[in-house]
């Protein structure tokens, strides 16, 4: 698994490229939760089967989820920094908060339903977790015993 230096390096190098003008785009960069994401993944096992969706702020999950830093850095030149999904690593990501989460559900639903190997991790911000669709999507995972987990990020805002 990478590591948390390695995770701070990249998000460095790519904070580099906006700063010269490299990445024309929007750019949305985290730091300081590299520790306690990594902390999730091992805890939880995460694997190559398992399904990982996530929102604007993906950089560091990606690379979590086993995605080259070629690949996550390439996707985010080419302006795909707020979308990243990597359909090859089951990673799925989106911009739009609230978007995955009945989707993600939806995901377990299936997985579960066809006897399908793995999971799926949900991972969204605070705030995202205060829309009712957020709760709703719970309710629904756990009224029927999905394979899914939501992870919920707090920045302390």
Same mark, same amino acid.
């Given at each position: ?58 950089? &560091?999950?990606?690379?979590?989820? $086993?995605?080259?830093? %070629?690949? !996550?850095?390439? @996707? ?5 920094? *707020? ?42 911000? &605070?705030?995202?977790?205060?829309? $009712?669709?957020?709760? %709703?999507? !719970?309710?629904? @995972? ?5 394979? *899914? ?9």
């Amino acid at each position: 698994m990478v590591s948390t230096e390695a995770i701070v390096r990249f998000e460095k190098s790519i904070a580099d490229l906006y700063k010269q003008g490299k990445i024309p785009f929007p750019v949305h960069l985290r730091s300081g939760r590299e520790e306690q994401l990594r902390k999730v993944f091992l805890e939880e096992g995460i694997g190559k089967s398992d399904w990982v969706y996530a929102y604007w702020d993906a950089h &560091d999950i990606c690379l979590l989820k $086993g995605v080259p830093s %070629e690949m !996550v850095r390439k @996707a985010i030149i080419d302006g795909n920094s *707020i979308a990243l999904s990597f359909p090859d690593y089951n990673v799925l990501c989106s911009g739009i908060a609230g978007s995955l989460m009945g989707v993600a559900c939806g995901h377990a639903w299936a997985l579960k339903t066809k006897g399908k190997k793995g999971r799926v991790f949900l991972f969204c911000g &605070d705030m995202s977790a205060e829309m $009712g669709i957020f709760h %709703e999507a !719970v309710k629904y @995972a756990y009224n029927n015993i999905l394979p *899914i987990k939501f992870i919920v990020s707090n920045n302390g805002m």
